[in-house]
T-cell receptor, first 114, second 109 residues
């Protein structure tokens, strides 16, 4: 079973370029999330979505945007990348509403902005 | 502010027992989670505590004391495959997850 699929696995990006990280789930979960993970810090929530058509801002939303056109897909876009956005990005989902139940994570997308 | 504290790194011996502590200060409490994350991989769910006491699941157990803002994850009969980072996360009164930085556990033969 696939669960959550993220793409690309890794990417090197020039500063100022735009980038979309893709996330697809096949579990029909309502809630989806984007986190970034940096060395020495806990996972930080960027954006979340309770259901298709709705999104919300997390702890560190600046410089990122998301959309939720359907249940399965939750892409994360960096409009104009900066070096501080170098990180590992994890997409996650959970059944029910945001904050309920355990999270299921994708394998992560490692992004380097030069 | 909200804060989750865990040791940065621990070392233990194969076959032994190790206890990973987590202390928290959050705006309210609606449950505590432990996740395991192998290097270069996704975090995976291990356990959930919302009431005080011990939850046992095979070789892994998790304890919670809400009055002390404290939890621990106990790993018994350590195996080399248990080498990983262990993440503590608390769900606050707004149902937001607050994450600790994780404890890297190194198992030596």
């Amino acid at each position: 079973t696939a669960g959550i699929t993220q793409a690309p696995t890794s990417q090197i990006l020039a500063a100022g370029r735009s980038m979309t990280l893709r996330c697809t789930q096949d579990m029909r979960h309502n809630a989806m999330y984007w986190y970034r993970q940096d060395l020495g810090l806990g996972l930080r929530l960027i954006h979340y979505s309770n259901t298709a058509g709705t999104t919300g801002k997390g702890e560190v939303p600046d410089g990122y945007s998301v959309s939720r056109a359907n249940t399965d897909d939750f892409p994360l876009t960096l409009a104009s990348a900066v070096p501080s956005q170098t990180s590992v990005y994890f997409c996650a989902s959970s059944p029910g509403t945001v904050g309920s139940g355990e999270l299921f994570f994708g394998e992560g997308s490692r992004l380097t902005v030069l | 502010g909200q804060n989750i504290d865990q040791p940065t790194e621990m070392t233990a011996t194969e076959g032994a027992i190790v206890q990973i502590n987590c202390t928290y200060q959050t705006s309210g409490f609606n449950g505590l989670f432990w996740y395991q994350q192998h290097a270069g991989e996704a975090p995976t769910f291990l356990s959930y505590n919302v009431l005080d006491g011990l939850e046992e699941k095979g070789r892994f157990s998790s304890f919670l004391s809400r009055s002390k803002g404290y939890s621990y994850l106990l790993l018994k009969e350590l195996q080399m495959k248990d080498s990983a980072s262990y993440l503590c996360a608390v769900r606050d009164s707004n149902y937001q997850l607050i994450w600790g930085a994780g404890t890297k556990l190194i198992i030596k033969p």
